[in-house]
């Protein structure tokens, strides 16, 4: 049985930063994209971030370069690495992971076939 948690969001200031979790067990994630999606009240759920399990590949929404996707093999972990936050970052993070035949990464929602539960993330002005 796939699994997928996050941890490590919370409430934190304008200007602040975070890292994000996503705990990945159940099967071997070797030939997947994981991905890091945000759905804030009343809009989409959009994409943030994306890597290969391998490392070889990363994608990423235009953050400015504030954020930065990571994994850990050993660990089974994906990393979301995200600083200067603003406001409108104040969403539900979530991680999810894609099966991929070679190193294009996907952002589409639909592509994802596995989902985390979500973790908040509140940036206050």
């Known amino acids: 049985q796939v699994q997928l948690v996050e941890s490590g969001g919370g409430l934190v200031q304008a200007g602040g930063f975070l890292r994000l979790s996503c705990a990945a067990s159940?099967?071997?994630?070797?030939?997947?994209?994981m991905g890091w999606f945000r759905q804030a009240p009343g809009k989409e759920r959009e994409f943030v971030a994306a890597?290969?399990?391998?490392?070889?590949?990363t994608a990423y929404v235009d953050s400015e370069g504030r954020f930065t996707i990571s994994r850990d093999i050993a660990k089974n972990t994906v990393y979301l690495q995200m600083i200067r936050l603003k406001p409108e970052d104040t969403a539900v993070y979530y991680c999810?992971?894609?099966?991929?035949?070679?190193?294009?990464?996907?952002?589409?929602?639909?592509?994802?076939?596995?989902w985390g539960q979500g973790t908040q993330v509140t940036v206050s002005s």
């Open positions: 890597t290969t399990w391998t490392g070889g590949s």
């Open positions: 159940g099967r071997s994630f070797s030939s997947y994209a």
């Open positions: 999810a992971a894609a099966t991929i035949r070679n190193q294009y990464l996907p952002r589409a929602v639909g592509r994802y076939d596995y």
